[in-house]
């Protein structure tokens, strides 16, 4: 059992920015590779950013791509999902998840998953 905890949701305006941190229990954060699903309400948990094991790649959905940055420190066991010029449309709750070796963008490729943080951008 791998605990995983999100932080740092809230509400902000469009066009703000706001830094979402997972922090890991043991030694999750350099076991394996981390990702961050945003669900909204009534879709499909979605892919938004992932990165591998060592931090030397990372992964992006279109949607996100240029406006989040996905980063990890293992030593503090923790990965982090810097969000800027947020949308209307990023309105979710954000989940961690830990696993995705194979298929990083891939909600079934997770094993572990956060209990979620809510982001709400009005317009």
């Known amino acids: 059992q791998v605990q995983l905890v999100e932080s740092g949701g809230g509400l902000v305006q469009a066009g703000g920015s706001l830094r979402l941190s997972c922090a890991a229990s043991?030694?999750?954060?350099?076991?394996?590779?981390m990702g961050w699903f945003r669900q909204a309400p009534g879709k499909a948990r979605e892919f938004a950013a992932a990165?591998?094991?060592?931090?030397?790649?990372?992964y992006y959905a279109d949607s996100v791509k240029g406006r989040f940055t996905v980063s990890r420190d293992n030593a503090k066991n923790t990965v982090y999902l810097q969000m800027n010029s947020l949308k209307p449309e990023d309105t979710a709750v954000y989940f961690c998840a830990a696993g995705g070796v194979r298929a990083p963008t891939r909600v079934y490729d997770y094993d572990y998953w956060g209990q979620g943080t809510q982001v709400t951008v009005s317009s």
């Open positions: 043991g030694r999750t954060a350099s076991r394996y590779a």
């Open positions: 990165i591998s094991l060592n931090g030397d790649r990372t």
